[in-house]
C-alpha cells in the first residue's frame, strides 16, 4: 500500500509517500520521498515561530511541497489513482491555523480523487519514525516489548510506555517547558539566536576538556551549576522552566561583575546541554528499570541532539546492556511526513479510515 502522507502541525511543510507493507507484527517501509519544506529562516528574526505567518507559508509552500514529492517518488498525475492507496494528514496536536491548511489540502485530495484518508495523531508520528529507514527498502524494525519511548522536542517532552505498537500510555511530561523550548529561550538569554538546540550544542562542543576549561576560567566561573530540576523526584515529569530562570539570573550576575564574555557563554551552553541531557535520561533509565522494559527509543526534534543520544547509550550499556536502543536518523526526528505515512498505515490497520466531510483538527490532541 502505497500511502501519501502530509505534515504541517508548526512550520515544516511536508509531504511524503511511503510504500508499507505487512501486518501489525511485520511492518515493513520503503520511503520513496520526503520532501520538506523548512521555515526557519523566516522564523528566526522573531525568535520562534508565528503562527499566522506559519499558515501563509504553508499556502504557499503546499502545492509546490506535494508535486515535488510527487516528482521524486515517479508519480504524476495520470498514475496518481492507480499509485496511491491512502492520504494521511497530521490533524493533531500542533499550531491550528498550520494544522488547517494540511488537513484542508488532504480532505480536498480525498474527496476529489475518491481515495481512503485518515486523521494522523503528530505526536504518535515521532514515536513510529523509529520504524523508518531512509536506505534500506521494506524496512522492518523488530521491537522487543514492553518499551520506553522519549519524545522531546520543542513543544513536547514526554515519556511514554508501549506494551506494543497501539497500546500507548503516557507516564510522564514537562510541567512547563519542553526541553527543546528551553533550549531556545536559553539561547535567546544568550544572544544567540534560533533555533537554540542545534547553536547551544555546537558552542558546548568547544568545550572538550572540563578540567582544562575550569583552569582557564575565572574562579567564579568555575563554580557555574545550574539546578537539575525534579531529577530526584518520585515521578517521571520534568520541569525546566527553573533552569531557564537560573541562566537569566546567572547571565545577570556575570555582567554586573563584568566577567560576560564568550568564553562563558560556552561554559553556560555547556552546562544546560548537560543538565538537559541529565534530566531526560535519569527519569527514561529509572521508568525502564521499573517497567522492566526490553527496549528505549527516543524521538522528537531534540533527539538529533548527537550527545543526548551519546549519553543515553552510555547510561543504558552501564545499566543494562541486554535492552535494545533505537533512535531515528537524524533527518527523520524532526517535523517530516514520512512518520506521519507510518503513524496513518497503523491506524489503517486497527482502526480504519476517516471520513474526510466530518474529520476535524484537534490542537490539543493528546496519546492517553
Known sequence: MKVLAIETSCDDTSVAIVDCLGDIKHLQFTILSNIVSSQTKIHKRYGGVVPNLAAREHTKNMLPV?????????????????????IAVTIGPGLAPSLLIGSNFAQDLSW????????????????????????????????KFPAVVLLVSGGHTQLYLLQNLTKIKLVGETRD???????????????????GG??????????????????????????????????NSDDYDFSFAGLKTAVLYLVAKLKK??????????????????VICECLISKIIKLAKET???????????????????????????????????????????DNAAMVATAGYI??????????KEMDINPNWRIS
Open 347 to 356: 491506524q489503517y490497520l486497527t482502526k480504519g479510515t476517516d471520513d474526510p
Open 198 to 231: 542545534p547553536i547551544i550544542a555546537k558552542m558546548a562542543t568547544k568545550i572538550k576538556d572540563q578540567k582544562t576549561e575550569n583552569k582557564i576560567l575565572s574562579k567564579f566561573t568555575n563554580k557555574i551549576k545550574l539546578p537539575r530540576p525534579l531529577i
Open 292 to 334: 522492566k522494559a526490553k527496549t528505549i527509543m527516543i524521538s522528537g526534534g531534540v533527539s538529533a541532539n548527537q550527545e543526548l543520544r551519546r549519553q543515553l547509550q552510555e547510561a543504558i550499556i552501564k545499566q543494562n546492556p541486554k535492552v535494545d536502543f533505537y533512535c531515528p536518523e537524524f533527518v527523520l526526528s524532526t
Open 257 to 274: 561583575n563584568k566577567q560576560y564574555n564568550n568564553k562563558i557563554k560556552q561554559q553556560i551552553c555547556f552546562e544546560s546541554q548537560n
Open 66 to 86: 506535494f508535486e515535488l514529492a510527487l516528482k521524486q517518488a515517479k508519480v504524476n498525475y495520470k498514475n496518481f489513482l492507480q499509485t496511491i492507496d491512502l
Open 112 to 143: 476529489a480523487l475518491n481515495k481512503p484518508i485518515v486523521g494522523v495523531n503528530h505526536l504518535q508520528g515521532h514515536i513510529y519514525s523509529n520504524l523508518l529507514n531512509l536506505s534500506h527498502p521494506y524496512f522492518h524494525l523488530d521491537i
Open 177 to 195: 517547558d519542553a526541553a527543546g523550548e528551553c533550549f531556545d529561550k536559553i539561547a535567546k538569554l544568550l544572544n544567540l539566536g534560533y533555533p
